[in-house]
């Protein structure tokens, strides 16, 4: 493996970009912090809790007072929060999920939570990109720095459960919101962006629509009220929405409710039918069927006008006679549009891949934070194209630049 490094200079050409070469020890030590990371099987069905007594602990050690933030509602999941530095000082925040995806169907080549080092550099496992590889760089860019000298304040927010609906971010805020505290304007969110700084992304709400009909014995159809046949019919009215919220047109919700979103509204709202449950037996007329689907509004935009919508939409499909249909509304993951220009986006900027400044096909944990006084940016190391997929990867080099920018930020922010 190559162990050079370049660094990112701002305002110098790739004539004037100085090389590093770190130490063994660095690399070693984000190698293993990764290794131990990823063995952790934080796939969002399972607990959360030994991933986070291993961050807690280690960061406790680097002199970070620790908060577990326990969801009373989903035994075993937890946020962990580390704090050091003055108090209210608008220091740093610096965040990231502990769980991943599953893994299962998929063509691994190896033990997904055992990380492979190939020849070319390449870290393959689950979780290495999104995100653990940014874990592991915020274990050795901190202990790299003297933080007893802190003029600003650094919080760490490590979440749970940010794959399916961003859960533990929207607990803590709910959480640091009854308790009337506020986390640091500056907030770094190390998704993996190949080093791109984005600070937008659409949201996501999802939606489970129940259909209720009458059984029967299936060599007497009329005895009974096909649920699958009037979700059907619930499908195709709301693929017919999708293909009309998709060429902009949404009467009730196309208005970005926040000016700043510009021409956001006019990208479209994606809709997606999800999966379809219902029926038990083929001689059996089935009486229930579940319909689940999500919705992405642009940044800038609220739900509630497109849930009405669809609503709306769902009221006027024909059932079957005797049958009968309700919506729930299972989860609003918000939509993010921070405003250009931010201190944090300065700094972030002399470590960038490119000058452009994007938006994140994706919903983070950012959303959320927004209602505890931040104003998050995505940037990270590894890409999310290899995400979610079998071996994952992150590179080396990678980590080891994310390492010296979360010094070198948390220096030129806090220090």
Same mark, same amino acid.
């Given at each position: 493996?190559?162990r050079r490094?370049g660094?990112r200079?701002h305002?110098l050409?790739?004539?004037?970009v ?5 130490t ?6 984000l190698i293993?912090?990764?290794r131990?990371?990823?063995a952790?099987p ?5 607990p959360?809790?030994?991933?986070a ?10 002199g ?6 326990d969801d009373p509602t989903?035994p ?10 003055p108090?209210d ?7 990231g999920h ?6 299962e +169907?998929?063509p691994?080549t190896?033990?997904p939570?055992?990380v492979r080092q190939q ?7 689950r979780?290495t990109a999104?995100?653990k590889?940014?874990?592991?760089a915020c274990?050795s860019?901190?202990a790299s ?7 600003? !304040?650094v919080?760490?927010?490590?979440t749970?459960?940010?794959?399916v *609906?961003c859960?533990?971010s929207a607990h ?5 919101q ?8 500056a907030?770094?969110i *190390?998704?993996p962006?190949d080093?791109q700084?984005l600070?937008?992304?659409?949201g996501h ?12 014995h299936?060599?007497?159809?009329e ?6 046949v009037g ?8 693929d017919a929405?999708?293909r009309r ?7 009730? +919700?196309?208005e970005?409710?926040d000016?700043?979103a510009?021409s ?7 809709l997606n039918?999800g999966?379809?449950h ?7 007329v089935?009486?229930?069927c579940?319909?689940?689907l ?6 800038g935009m609220?739900?509630?006008a497109?849930?009405a919508e669809? !609503?709306a939409c769902l009221?006027?499909v024909r059932l079957p006679?005797?049958s009968?249909?309700e919506s729930?509304?299972l989860?609003v993951?918000p939509?993010?549009l921070t405003?250009?220009?931010t201190d944090l986006?300065?700094?972030?900027a002399r470590?960038a891949?490119t000058p452009?400044?994007?938006t994140?096909g994706?919903?983070t ?6 209602a505890v ?5 995505i940037?990270?190391?590894?890409s ?7 071996d994952?990867?992150v590179?080396a080099?990678?980590l080891?630049e994310?390492?010296?920018q979360v010094a070198?930020?948390v220096t030129?922010?806090?220090l």
């Amino acid at each position: 493996m190559d162990r050079r490094v370049g660094r990112r200079l701002h305002g110098l050409g790739p004539a004037h970009v100085a090389r590093l070469v770190p130490t063994d020890a660095l690399i070693d030590a984000l190698i293993a912090d990764l290794r131990t990371l990823v063995a952790f099987p934080t796939v969002s069905s399972r607990p959360v809790t030994a991933i986070a007594a291993f961050l807690a602990e280690r960061f406790e050690a680097l002199g970070f007072a620790i908060e577990c933030f326990d969801d009373p509602t989903m035994p075993g999941k937890t946020n962990v929060v580390c704090t050091i530095g003055p108090a209210d000082s608008d220091g740093l925040v610096l965040s990231g999920h502990m769980d991943v995806v599953p893994t299962e +169907g998929q063509p691994w080549t190896g033990d997904p939570f055992v990380v492979r080092q190939q020849h070319d550099g390449r870290l393959l496992g689950r979780g290495t990109a999104d995100m653990k590889g940014f874990l592991a760089a915020c274990l050795s860019g901190l202990a790299s720095l003297d933080l007893r000298r802190l003029k600003r !304040q650094v919080i760490l927010v490590w979440t749970h459960d940010e794959e399916v *609906g961003c859960h533990g971010s929207a607990h803590l805020a709910r959480t640091l919101q009854a308790l009337d505290r506020r986390l640091p304007s500056a907030c770094w969110i *190390g998704e993996p962006t190949d080093f791109q700084i984005l600070r937008k992304h659409a949201g996501h709400v999802g939606v489970e629509v129940r259909l209720f009909g009458r059984a029967a014995h299936s060599a007497y159809p009329e005895l009974g009220a096909n649920a699958v046949v009037g979700a059907s019919r619930v499908v195709a009215a709301l693929d017919a929405l999708g293909r009309r919220w998709a060429t902009h047109d949404s009467g009730a +919700g196309g208005e970005p409710t926040d000016q700043r979103a510009g021409s956001f509204a006019a990208q479209g709202v994606p809709l997606n039918v999800g999966n379809i449950h219902g029926g038990t037996a083929i001689n059996i007329v089935p009486d229930r069927c579940t319909v689940q689907l999500g919705f992405r509004p642009q940044p800038g935009m609220g739900h509630a006008a497109l849930f009405a919508e669809l !609503q709306a939409c769902l009221d006027e499909v024909r059932l079957p006679d005797g049958s009968r249909l309700e919506s729930e509304l299972l989860r609003v993951t918000p939509s993010l549009l921070t405003r250009a220009g931010t201190d944090l986006q300065g700094l972030l900027a002399r470590h960038a891949s490119t000058p452009d400044v994007g938006t994140a096909g994706y919903a983070t944990d950012g959303g959320n934070l927004v209602a505890v006084g931040c104003e998050p940016l995505i940037f990270g190391p590894g890409s999310i194209k290899v995400a979610h997929q079998a071996d994952e990867y992150v590179a080396a080099q990678a980590l080891v630049e994310a390492a010296q920018q979360v010094a070198a930020v948390v220096t030129a922010r806090c220090l």
